[in-house]
């Protein structure tokens, strides 16, 4: 096995085509972020809005999601050691966003009760297929991306606004691997390309789910979550702040790109979706 290095700080680089996890690996430390780069001295009570407490718990609940989507992750993916190694370090950095969230929420005198955070801790079950998981989650890093960036810049309490951008950067970070193993796994099983169609077209093909994640669609009816904030509310106030929908437009063009590139159709709006759906459709059909 070579390595080669071309590491900014000049550590080798495991050079592994069947691991790609060890790139990101690396890229991913010289990127990342720890909780000591949060500037929580600078914590401003009086700049703390009742709304700004609800988007945190908002947050906080589909932060800690993590720890079911890595169980699934690994699950689904067990024959899989490098997509494996990447859920791994994945739901590191993950599990940092969720303590962040609930530092601030402490600083700002709130706090969320344990058997809420609990009962996300069910696992899910394997997807349609794996390539309509996996594209699953780069909806949902794409979609948080531009949450965190939009309420970032509305943000005038400094260290949640902080904590907004590193995780916002961290979750495009995250879109762009889980994309990249998505290509991977129709590379492989090009019969799977119409369920990753009907991922993007069943969570952003209807113009009622405006501002809405995944997450709620799986695990937004929890008894446990009955009268209290969720990731819904955190994309509610995404909506307050975005103005003029510039944001959410931002983010559903950049999820045209990353599905044009994994499919191959042009994906510009989702009538394009419709009509890639029906063609691939009539393809699986005359191959029966």
């Not at 800690?64 to 590191?92: K, M, P, R």
């Not at 405006?210 to 819904?232: A, C, M």
Request: with cysteine; charged share 20%; glycine share 6%.
């Amino acid at each position: 096995m070579k390595v080669r290095t071309t590491s900014p700080a000049g550590v080798p680089l495991l050079d592994d085509d069947q691991l790609h996890s060890a790139q990101v690996f690396a890229g991913y430390q010289h990127a990342t972020w720890e909780m000591h780069h949060i500037p929580w001295g600078e914590f401003r009570a009086d700049l703390v809005l009742p709304e700004h407490i609800v988007f945190a718990k908002g947050a906080i609940v589909g932060e800690s999601n993590v720890i079911a989507a890595t169980h699934g992750l690994l699950n689904e993916f067990d024959t899989d050691y490098d997509f494996s190694q990447f859920a791994c370090i994945w739901g590191y950095q993950e599990i940092q966003h969720h303590l962040a969230f609930q530092t601030w929420l402490q600083l700002a005198g709130h706090s969320i009760d344990h058997r809420t955070i609990a009962s996300m801790r069910e696992a899910y079950p394997p997807g349609v297929t794996r390539a309509a998981t996996l594209a699953t989650n780069v909806i949902c890093e794409v979609l948080a991306t531009h949450a965190y960036k939009c309420v970032a810049r509305s943000m005038q309490e400094p260290v949640l606004a902080a904590i907004l951008k590193k995780a916002s950067g961290d979750e495009a970070r995250h879109a762009r691997e889980f994309a990249h193993y998505t290509g991977r796994q129709l590379a492989e099983r090009p019969e799977e390309c119409l369920s990753v169609l009907e991922t993007l077209y069943i969570y952003m093909g209807t113009t009622r789910d405006l501002y809405r994640h995944p997450v709620s669609r799986f695990k937004g009816n929890l008894p446990e979550l009955q009268n209290h904030e969720t990731i819904d509310e955190m994309f509610a106030y995404f909506a307050e702040v975005d103005e003029g929908g510039t944001e959410w437009a931002k983010c559903c063009e950049q999820l045209f790109k990353y599905f044009s590139t994994l499919t191959g159709y042009q994906l510009t709006k989702m009538s394009d979706v419709r009509r890639a759906i029906a063609e691939e459709s009539s393809k699986e059909a005359a191959s029966l």
